[in-house]
């Protein structure tokens, strides 16, 4: 025999696709050609699966082999489809019986020595396999817990070629995945630490209760980072769905710790104000990797000094935040990631970022206007609450006797506020208040009556509040009436949500 076929996925995105990999060897100058739109990584292959094959004692056939790498069409990037190739060609030559491989998956980057060497993205692979009908994979070993979480797919491991050749012949088995680590993967940080800060609290609370972005002004020390990157703690865990497509993505990304567990936290990503575009929204070689705003999918973006920013690199967040995915242009094809984050921006209230905010700093009006006038605009619109924190006092700090109340007491809340929202707005498939259009807030039945509206009807008159905003602050007053427990928005909670949207709260000394 001297062809045999073996099926492998291939990644573009997240999106999986089967591959199969054929081997054809005739006689003729021994050579091996590699078609089927490889890219370098996978030119590469030839001499790593060559490597591979001597060094784990088979011999090389030394005839002319052609390896195809099928759809021609679909672009192919990275070392997984090694494992796949070595095993056709072996059973192209006649080395292997082909059929224990038949309808069998195979994932793998082979190393020189033979090893079987773990690839990225092996759980969205593994997921695609599973969609396709495919019931049985064969990964590495280290990938094997994360393939586990794929429900109706068998998963075996090899930690070297010799192994699965081993295995083919029928003189040796395959490796099992090892078992599930004990305990689950500590929390993060609570927000049982951070004291005082009633209001930014506060604030949090109601981003997470209604997916609000949220904005946070203040000085150096003054908690803006402690505040959010506990913003997740009260998030609700995520579903099966959404728990798939984050940890598929940390899969691509290579993030995945080794457990090989279904992420259920929100993630948290928190790019440098100097980040690449690339690092940010995605990117580099070949179809482009995931970057910060789609590894934050599901869970919270954090961008610290965000007037810092180069203003190419807001402008480009600017789309995705808006349709919930990235979209990668390149000349070997287009990869879509999903981006759907919850957005917090950070500020100092002025360039010089003197500790002492408003007393110390020597920073004139206008520099400070202008200064947070970069964030204005594109950013800025689609932040629903901004809020002022401000360093507590010694007084306060002494005086905060009673223990701040821990994240799992608020995530309690933040979830019955969810889950009335969710029941509310079933008929139209949005689970935040965040996502319902606000054409569908102005009409019956949701419209509110106009006593309750008058203070936004007043700035709207006065040319202080644009139309988007008055959408955006209704939505919010939802979000506190929900909190509450309240079936429909006051005029007080008009009045807070106004107060939220216009960055008039401010935390209370005393
Ligand atoms: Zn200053």
Redesign the pocket.
Known sequence: MSYARVLCVGLVGVAGHLVEVEADLSTGLPAVVLTGLPDTALNEARDRVRAAVVNSGREWPNRRITVNLLPAALPKHGSGFDLAIAAALLAGAGELPSAPLDGVVLLGELGLDGAVRPVRGVLPMVAAAARAGITRVVVPLDNAREATVVPGVTVRAVDSLQRLVEYVRGTGPLLDPPPAPPAPPPAGPDLADVAGQLIARYALEIAAAGGHHLALFGPPGAGKTMLAERLPSILPELDDEAALEVTALQSIAGLLPPDGRLVRRPPFQAPHHSASLAALVGGGTGLGRPGALSLAHRGVLFLDEVPEMARATLQALRQPLESGRVVLSRARGTTEYPARAQLVVAANP?????PAGDHA???SPAV?RRYLGRLSGPLLDRVDIKITVLPLTAVQLMGASEPAEPSAAVAARVARARSAAAARWSAGGWRVNAEVPGPHLRRPPWRLPVRDTRILHQALDRGTLSARGFDRILRLAWTICDLDGRDRPNAGDVGEAYQLRMGELLERTA
């Not at 002025?350 to 003197?354: L, Y």
């Open positions: 002025c360039p010089c970022a003197s700093c020597g920073c400070r």
